[in-house]
């Protein structure tokens, strides 16, 4: 039953920005439709729009797809004719949608296809109408194209979010920030390529602008790169995690269920998509420090001695210490070393008065406690002790609320673990 809602609101949401669509269409169609003037002009930037179409260039860890048509798209608007950019756009997006969509379900594939289409409309009209408007016959190409890419870019981000909003149902503020980043890159980029593309428009060498695929190539592998990049950080801390969990095998699950929840807390708290991010990757490393740690006393089935009790809470010291020369940690090292701190100062390893606890470091030091107290099978329960239950375990986190975790913190966790029961 929840599902079927979940879909029916999915095809509603979807039907809005397809209603949004056609009103763009009519409004691009009142203009009037004139033949192009330079139909090898219009074949050339048509080919070049579904080349660059074609070879994007993945951040699958922010989830995006930067391609170079833009620039090619908004010279045809420009030198063609807009309706013939919107034809152009719509063609090159459907093509390569629909050969990214192939083999996954039908009812995916067909509202993939269907929302990519209608992105494309509403963004190719609405920098089309904003150009027709503020730019007369006689200026030059190349502010026209900067106006048609600055207005394009922003307004197909903000509906790849609304879109994205819609199939996850997640905050709207969770996506801000990977839209104005995206949009600020994309931007700079679309508007290298048009600059020279429309420069090579003003001199009327239109052969030449088959050339611009070699910067098109130089900035694609430079973000191919870039996206590389990442690609190792991330395998960097998934190799990190592997090593504890070789250790100390029932921290697996732990650490998963930690970094995920994590993230949500963080966004319902309001933190920023890199944040919230950042937070993820923070609660998978948070008890990395626990490798330095004596396995006979970390699995200990008994109450810790005095001690061991001292030996074990410096994993946090440790863990700071271990991600500490690796700049691309930086942000992270902080929110490891202080995890356990505690709102009313008695925590360690620095006894941070509240004031100076890191926020991400009090919705992992929640999330944590939450899922030790809550162990529910085999490599989950603590030797130690029996786990709780859920509501018992929220309770406890009530209880101490302000002395040994943020009330705030709770507050949200509770909110993020009822909403996964409605």
């Given at each position: 039953m929840g599902s079927?809602?979940?879909t029916n609101q999915l095809v509603r949401r979807l039907a809005v920005l397809w209603g949004f669509a056609l009103v763009a269409f009519i409004s691009l169609a009142s203009l009037g439709y004139s033949a192009p003037p330079n139909r090898?002009?219009?074949?050339?930037?048509?080919?070049?729009?579904?080349?660059?179409?074609?070879?994007?260039?993945?951040?699958?860890?922010?989830?995006?797809?930067?391609t170079f048509a833009l620039p090619f798209v908004a010279a045809v608007a420009v030198a063609v004719g807009i309706t013939n950019a919107l034809v152009v756009d719509v063609?090159?997006?459907?093509?390569?949608?629909?050969?990214?969509?192939?083999?996954?379900?039908?009812?995916?594939?067909?509202?993939?296809?269907?929302?990519?289409?209608a992105i494309s409309i509403i963004s190719s009209a609405a920098a089309g109408l904003v150009i027709t408007i503020c730019f007369p016959s006689h200026t030059?190409?190349?502010?026209?194209?900067?106006l048609f890419i600055g207005v394009y870019a922003s307004v197909n981000l903000i509906l790849v979010a609304y879109v994205e909003?819609?199939?996850?149902?997640?905050a709207w503020s969770a996506n801000t920030d990977i839209v104005v980043r995206t949009a600020a890159i994309g931007f700079v980029l679309y508007s290298l390529v048009g600059l020279v593309v429309g420069v090579l428009l003003n001199e009327k060498i239109y052969w030449a602008i088959l050339t611009t695929l070699i910067p098109v190539g130089a900035l694609r592998t430079g973000l191919t790169y870039r996206a590389r990049m990442d690609e190792v950080y991330y395998e960097t801390i998934h190799s990190l995690t592997q090593m504890l969990q070789r250790a100390h095998p029932y921290t697996h699950g732990h650490l998963e269920r930690v970094s995920r929840t994590a993230e949500e807390v963080a966004y319902r708290l309001g933190l920023s998509a890199?944040?919230?991010?950042?937070?993820?990757?923070?609660?998978?490393?948070?008890?990395?420090?626990?490798?330095?740690?004596?396995?006979?006393?970390?699995?200990?089935p008994g109450k810790l001695t005095e001690e061991e009790l001292v030996h074990v809470r410096?994993?946090?010291?440790?863990?700071?210490?271990?991600l500490a020369p690796v700049p691309g940690f930086a942000d992270l090292v902080p929110w490891i070393r202080h995890h356990h701190e505690r709102p009313d100062g008695t925590g360690y390893p620095d006894a941070l008065p509240d004031h100076r606890i890191p926020i991400e470091c009090k919705i992992i030091a929640v999330v944590d406690a939450y899922d030790a107290m809550t162990g529910d099978d085999d490599t989950r329960t603590r030797t130690y002790r029996d786990p709780m239950s859920e509501a018992d375990a929220l309770l406890e986190l009530q209880r101490c609320s302000g002395t040994q975790f943020d009330c705030a913190v709770v507050e949200a966790f509770r909110l993020t673990i009822s909403r996964r029961f409605e």
């Open positions: 079927h809602a979940a090898g002009l219009l074949a050339i930037l048509a080919g070049m729009a579904l080349i660059a179409e074609f070879l994007p260039v993945q951040l699958p860890r922010r989830g995006v797809r930067i063609v090159a997006t459907s093509l390569v949608s629909f050969f990214l969509v192939r083999g996954r379900p039908s009812g995916v594939e067909g509202r993939w296809l269907a929302s990519n289409a030059p190409i190349e502010g026209a194209m900067i909003w819609s199939l996850t149902s997640r890199r944040r919230a991010r950042l937070v993820r990757e923070a609660a998978v490393l948070h008890d990395i420090g626990k490798i330095a740690v004596n396995e006979s006393v970390l699995d200990k410096r994993h946090a010291e440790w863990g700071a210490e271990i």
